[in-house]
């Protein structure tokens, strides 16, 4: 499963978002989805992950109300809204198909997308 993500840019803080990630040749209804990311340094980590059971979402406590997760099985994509975007933000973000077990667990991911840079500076 290949995962292609996109929407990645250089954003002003405050500004918005969107991140669009597809399979080509696949539909990502049955998949739990996830967003991580990675800062230069920094450890990878779930920013959000969007259930295939029932739809059910996570986020992390720094993304609470300001990104939102969806899917759309029709258009075979999977979204992350970003808004009020800051400057710890920055990261490159990669789209994965997590473990339903523990949506949030890098080690569990089955598939990794190349990942989008996204950039917030003034």
């Known amino acids: 499963l290949r995962l292609v993500e996109s929407g990645g840019a250089l954003v002003q803080p405050g500004g918005s978002l969107s991140l669009s990630c597809t399979a080509p040749g696949f539909t990502l209804d049955d998949f739990d989805m996830a967003w991580f990311r990675q800062a230069p340094g920094k450890e990878r980590e779930a920013v959000s992950c969007?259930?295939?059971?029932?739809?059910?979402?996570y986020y992390a406590d720094s993304v609470k109300g300001r990104f939102t997760i969806s899917r759309d099985n029709a258009k075979k994509s999977v979204y992350l809204q970003m808004n009020s975007l800051q400057p710890e933000d920055t990261a490159v973000y990669y789209c994965?198909?997590?473990?339903?077990?523990?949506?949030?667990?890098?080690?569990?991911?089955?598939?990794w997308g190349q990942g989008t840079q996204v950039t917030v500076s003034s």
């Open positions: 994965a198909r997590t473990s339903p077990l523990h949506c949030a667990d890098a080690t569990l991911v089955e598939n």
């Open positions: 969007i259930s295939s059971s029932d739809g059910s979402t």
